[in-house]
C-alpha cells in the first residue's frame, strides 16, 4: 500500500471548515483514498473514501487532485466534537485487504 | 446491530499470567483484525482475517502472542506469558465483504504490573 504524509497537528476555530490534508505520491490507479478519525479513547470511526472523483457525505467531503497525488478531508463546519486524531489511508479496495494506519493529524477544534 | 463487541474492557494482570481478548464482530461480516494502540506505537495491525482464516499475522510482536477465530462469530486474542510491555489498548475491528468500510469495537485497555 502507498504510503501517506499528513501534518502531526492542526487547529479550526468552531464553525469554520476544517481542510486536512495528505499527501500520497506512489499512489497507485487502483488504490484508494480513505479518512477515518479517532475520537479520544474510542476506536476508529470511518468517515469517507474516493478513488478519484471527489465524494461527500453526511460527515464529510473528500477532494482529490488530479493527478491523485494528494488529498483534502474538509469538515465544512467543524466543531468541538470534531476534536480528534484524523487518519488518511490508501489501500486497495478488494475482498479482504488489511487496513494500516500511520501517525494521522491531530486536529484541535477551538472555541 | 451492536456493533462489534470486545472483552473485557478493561484487564488488570500480573506479568506472566495469560490473558485472553475476546471480539465479537457485526454479523455477517466476513473480515476481522486485531489492532494494539501506545503512544509509542501508534495503531498496529497486529492480525486479519478473512473467513475465519488468518491472512497476515506478520503485525504479531512475537510467539506470546496468538489469534483464533474459531467461527464467524467470534475471536480471541492470547498473550502467555504477558509483559508490561503488552500494556496497551487493544482494538477489534470486522467489514463486510467486499467492503468499503471498518467497524471498530471500544477497545480493551490492558495493564500488565
Known amino acids: 500500500d502507498a504510503k501517506t504524509t499528513q501534518p502531526p497537528s492542526m487547529d479550526c476555530a468552531e464553525g469554520r471548515a476544517a481542510n486536512l490534508p495528505c499527501n500520497h505520491s506512489?499512489?497507485?490507479?487502483?488504490?484508494?483514498v480513505y479518512w477515518y478519525r479517532q475520537i479520544h479513547s474510542q476506536g476508529p470511526q470511518y468517515i469517507i473514501h474516493?478513488?478519484?472523483n471527489n465524494e461527500t457525505n453526511e460527515m464529510a467531503s473528500l477532494i482529490i487532485t488530479e493527478d491523485r497525488k494528494s488529498s483534502t478531508l474538509i469538515l465544512p463546519h467543524a466543531t468541538l466534537r470534531d476534536t480528534a486524531v484524523y487518519y488518511c489511508i490508501v489501500r486497495l479496495m478488494e475482498y479482504g485487504n488489511k487496513l494500516v494506519f500511520g501517525a494521522g493529524t491531530i486536529l484541535r477544534v477551538k472555541s | 446491530d451492536a456493533g462489534v463487541i470486545q472483552s473485557p474492557r478493561h484487564e488488570v494482570t500480573e506479568m506472566g499470567q495469560e490473558v485472553t481478548l475476546r471480539c465479537k464482530p457485526i454479523s455477517g461480516h466476513n473480515s476481522l483484525f486485531w489492532y494494539r494502540q501506545t503512544m509509542m506505537r501508534g495503531l498496529e495491525l497486529l492480525i486479519y482475517f478473512n473467513n475465519n482464516v488468518p491472512i497476515d499475522d506478520s503485525g504479531m510482536p512475537e510467539d506470546r502472542f496468538s489469534a483464533k477465530m474459531p467461527n464467524a462469530s467470534f475471536s480471541t486474542l492470547k498473550i502467555q506469558p504477558s509483559e508490561p510491555r503488552d500494556s496497551a489498548v487493544y482494538f477489534c475491528?470486522?467489514?463486510?465483504?467486499?467492503?468499503?468500510?471498518?467497524?471498530f469495537g471500544q477497545g480493551t485497555r490492558l495493564t500488565v504490573v
Open positions: 475491528a470486522s467489514s463486510p465483504r467486499g467492503y468499503t468500510e471498518a467497524f
Open positions: 506512489t499512489i497507485s490507479g487502483n488504490e484508494y
Open positions: 474516493g478513488l478519484k
